[in-house]
């Protein structure tokens, strides 16, 4: 569910998306995040030694927080940056991160590149209200990002119509952000 962070700290799997902001994938993250947490109160803390306790206890609490950040907070009905933010992160570790082989990072941007629209999308139709404050930061990330993207290629080494393709997904993750700026202001 997290694949920027898991290129972040390069664990092994498929970690070169986004985190998915449609509904059916929420709802199977809270529901695993559920499981889990029932999985975890089934073990008896006080059988474990302390440095064990003091680890089972971050576990449950931050999946406490999880399962409260999904069950009630429910950031994606209000925050536009949400995406943003995932979206920038990931662009930026595909970008500089100076471990990435260049055969991942090409694929990493070919893949976030082509996703990039559709999750921009879905988190527009999830997003029922926001705030002012929000319609301005997600305006300047907005821009950033546009940045960003326009200086991917020249991070990148790959064949010609590698190359090719990602420009063209370029210009359509452009267009959707821009759609997505003008989404938040009410421009559509």
């Known amino acids: 569910y997290h694949p920027v962070q898991a290129l972040r700290y390069e664990r092994s799997g498929d970690y070169l998306g986004f985190m998915a ?7 199977e993250y809270t529901a695993d995040v559920s499981r889990f947490l029932i999985e975890l109160s089934q073990i008896d803390a006080t059988k474990l030694s302390p440095p064990e306790r003091i680890d089972y206890n971050m576990l449950f609490a931050k999946l406490e927080s999880l399962k409260y950040e999904l069950d009630i907070l429910r ?26 082989e260049m055969s991942r990072r090409v694929e990493a941007a070919t893949i976030q590149l082509a996703q990039l629209p559709q999750v921009v999308e879905a988190a527009a139709l999830q997003l029922l209200y926001h705030s002012s404050i929000h319609e301005k930061r997600a305006g ?27 420009d063209r997904k370029i210009e359509h993750s452009i267009v959707a952000l821009e759609d997505y700026g003008d989404f938040l202001t009410g421009s559509i």
């Open 21 to 27: 902001f449609d509904a059916s994938s929420r709802e």
């Open 75 to 100: 950031s994606w009905e209000w925050n536009p940056l949400l995406v943003l933010q995932e979206v920038f992160e990931g662009l930026f570790l595909v970008s500089e991160k100076p471990e990435l």
């Open 140 to 166: 300047l990330l907005i821009e950033q990002l546009i940045s960003l993207l326009e200086e991917l290629p020249l991070k990148l080494n790959a064949d010609n119509l590698t190359l090719d393709d990602i």
